[in-house]
């Protein structure tokens, strides 16, 4: 069974600082996906990027990457220039191939300070 | 219209109360999924509905009843809950899968309080 592995509980970041959150995962399978999600308090859940894990190069959105290193079953997520609307809960997600499912680790809860 | 929208947003219940939540999409997705999420917790899997039929039951005690009346409607028929069921249920739609394009949208949840 899949499993994913997030280290750190909390992290801070002042704002227009960058951070990086840590997120690795256990899996044989050779396809599959992976995601970043978002939940800023009290609001819904968004997708802030995915990574396919057939693809060598990593996904950027904007002010948002991620240091995907297959090999090692790792998938961080680099949030650059932070602000304050980027407090949020994150989550990191593993999807199988050809599966609804998403598998969540137990999130990271980020704190931006002014 | 990239929404998925849930109602109540809030529901405080009896245990001998029967009452249900309720999502809906517009996005023409397929496959909508039910979650829990407890305090400080990730979401945890309960229902996956695909072209209306449910294809996932991740072992949930049968107090939770889903139905899927529509491609646009998820219900999720509550009866007979503990305290302990007391969470955040989150609704989620997608596509059903296709290679690239899988992305879940959320809803912004039923806060449920079971006294």
């Known amino acids: 069974a899949q499993t994913v592995t997030q280290s750190q509980p909390e992290m801070s970041v002042q704002e227009a600082e960058t951070v990086t959150l840590s997120c690795t995962y256990d899996?044989?399978?050779?396809?599959?996906?992976l995601f970043w999600y978002k939940q800023p308090p009290s609001r819904q859940m968004i997708l802030v990027i995915r990574?396919?894990?057939?693809?060598?190069q990593n996904a950027t959105e904007n002010r948002f990457s991620v240091n995907f290193q297959k090999a090692a079953k790792s998938f961080s997520l680099k949030i650059s220039d932070s602000q304050l609307g980027d407090a949020a809960m994150y989550f990191c997600?593993?999807?199988?191939?050809?599966?609804?499912?998403?598998?969540f680790g137990t999130g990271t809860r980020l704190q931006v300070f002014p | 219209d990239t929404e998925v929208t849930q109602t109540p947003k809030h529901l405080v219940m009896g245990m001998t109360n029967k009452k249900s939540l309720k999502c809906e999409q517009h996005?023409?997705?397929?496959?909508m999924y039910w979650y829990k999420q407890k305090a400080k917790k990730p979401p945890e899997l309960m229902f996956v509905?695909?072209?209306?039929?449910?294809?996932i039951n991740e072992s949930v005690p049968s107090r939770f009843s889903p139905e899927c009346p529509n491609s646009s409607l998820l219900n999720l028929h509550l009866h007979a809950l503990q305290p302990e069921d007391s969470a955040l249920y989150l609704c989620?739609?997608?596509?059903?899968?296709?290679?690239?394009?899988?992305?879940?949208?959320f809803g912004p949840g039923t806060r449920l309080t079971v006294l």
């Open positions: 989620a739609s997608s596509q059903v899968w296709v290679a690239g394009v899988d992305e879940q949208f």
């Open positions: 899996t044989s399978e050779s396809d599959y996906y």
């Open positions: 990574q396919e894990a057939y693809k060598q």
């Open positions: 997600a593993y999807r199988s191939e050809g599966a609804d499912k998403l598998i």
């Open positions: 996005m023409g997705h397929r496959a």
């Open positions: 509905y695909s072209y209306e039929k449910l294809s």
